[in-house]
């Protein structure tokens, strides 16, 4: 299938000689500035490599580029209605829950906080991304990938990508192209969601914790936001913990305050805790139902975790669903214009009906199932022989997606040990939009748009995850006229 290609920032090729003078000083630049991660083959404790970079801002569409940024507000109010509908979360996850045991044990968690009374009265934050693909047979509009609601990952370390491909514009004598590249308070605009749920706490002693993985790979982008807050507001002591220190040193208060190696927490950050590997033992989920249990301010709290998931996200784009969570019929039709075709795979007559659609044309689809993280997605002709080897209640947990087709863009994308000089390719981009939500069942006090990040890959892969290793940070260069 031929994909259109978009008009490049630049003329390339770039020739040889530029490059070998070029790429050295960009990939200096990345290190220099932090846009830089821990090797997952050769790791150190001690040691970065850059993170993978495209050399030169990748074309977007202007137009969707701003739409995107327009519905973030939208879609954090949605995410918000439906985390607090117990009786949608329950009724749409009931399949799921009988044959993925991670969900399950997410929503084990969730039913007893429920429980307890909770999760109505407390204050959640959401710090949220929705990503996106533009779809060349729409007219290049924008169509969502999925909607990330806990560890929305690369806030920090996309800050830096505009101002470090303004550089190399720049030694490649093109300074004019960097009025076209949209400014990006990702990192700030993150942090003071946080900041603001740590005042909304009250206790000026309090400390914000952030949930760690056993070894962070991307130390970076996470610290970036440790450090910022600290250099923002220097009373803010922050605390990097996993899941099963919190099991050893946590406890609650006599009014559920959490309490973790003797401080009180204010704001709980996870950046794990989204896939099962989080979770080695039972003491790792008893330190989640400790958390969800306290007063401290969850990031995500339980219920907009399980909101997030694709099961929901299918849910979502069924005709009439938006509806029950959005009077507004302009701000419904805005966002069912960003669904593609989402299709449930229950054992009932609709999920049997996507599962024959799928096997008679399976490269019109993905297969997705409830996992973040990136890396576990079924693609096209691999599709038919995984659901054949499912039951009919297996495939409760997965959803089928149709597949988006994106205009393709030629650069260079820069990796620690790639060739010199690197090849220009064929490359497709991915838009990531944040948003900060703050509010408990009755009230929404803080809701804005947060930031961007632009994740590229090689037009010929599947999977695109940067911290699994097969995209690059990338920023985009808007296009005016591209349709």
Known sequence: MSLPMLESCIQYPIDDKTLL?????????????????????????????????????????????????????????????????????????AETIKVDEFTRNLFNVYKKVLANGIQQATISLG?????????????????????????????????????????????????????????????????????????????????????????????CDQRFHEFYIRETKPNIKVLRKTLTEIHEQGKLGKNNELFIDGHEVSVVYFRAGYEPGHYHSQNEWDARYL???????????????????????????TPGMLERFITDPEKVKAIGKIFTGLYSLDNNESGNASYEMALKD???????????????????????????????????????????????????????????????????????????????????????QAGHMLRTKLSTANEGGVAAGLGALDSPYLLDNCC
């Open 291 to 317: 958390v969800e249990c306290s007063k401290a301010i969850k990031s995500p709290s339980i219920h907009y975790h399980l909101a997030g998931t694709k099961k929901v996200q299918q849910a979502l784009a």
């Open 21 to 93: 003078e070029v790429v050295p000083k960009a990939k200096d630049w990345a290190l220099m500035h932090g846009a830089a991660m821990r090797s997952k083959s050769n790791f150190s404790p001690d040691a970065l490599n850059f993170a993978p970079f495209i050399l030169t801002p990748s074309s977007f569409p202007r137009k969707e580029f701003e739409k995107a940024v327009d519905l973030q507000c939208i879609l954090n109010e949605l995410m918000h209605f439906v985390a607090h509908d117990d009786e949608f979360l329950t009724t749409t996850l």
């Open 127 to 219: 710090l949220f991304r929705s990503d996106y693909l533009a779809h060349c047979y729409e007219g290049n509009d924008i169509k969502q990938v999925e909607f990330n609601t806990i560890a929305s990952s690369f806030g920090g370390i996309s800050t830096h990508m505009t101002p470090l491909q303004s550089f190399v514009l720049q030694e490649l004598d093109h300074s004019d192209k960097i009025s076209k590249m949209p400014e990006n308070k990702a990192l700030s605009g993150l942090c003071g969601g946080m900041i603001k749920a740590w005042e909304l706490y009250g206790n000026p002693n309090a400390v914000i914790v952030f949930v760690i993985e056993d070894i962070s790979y991307n130390i």
């Open 362 to 448: 399976p490269e019109r689809f993905v297969l997705k199932p409830q996992r973040e993280g990136g890396g576990n997605n079924v693609y096209g002709a691999d599709i038919p022989e995984a659901l054949k080897s499912m039951s009919a209640v297996e495939r409760s947990g997965w959803i089928l997606m149709e597949r988006i087709h994106p205009p393709i863009t030629k650069g260079y994308m820069i990796r620690a040990d790639g060739p010199m000089p690197p090849p220009l390719v064929d490359l497709v981009s991915e838009l990531g939009i944040f948003g900060v939500i703050i509010g408990d069942s009755k009230t929404i006090t803080t809701n804005y």
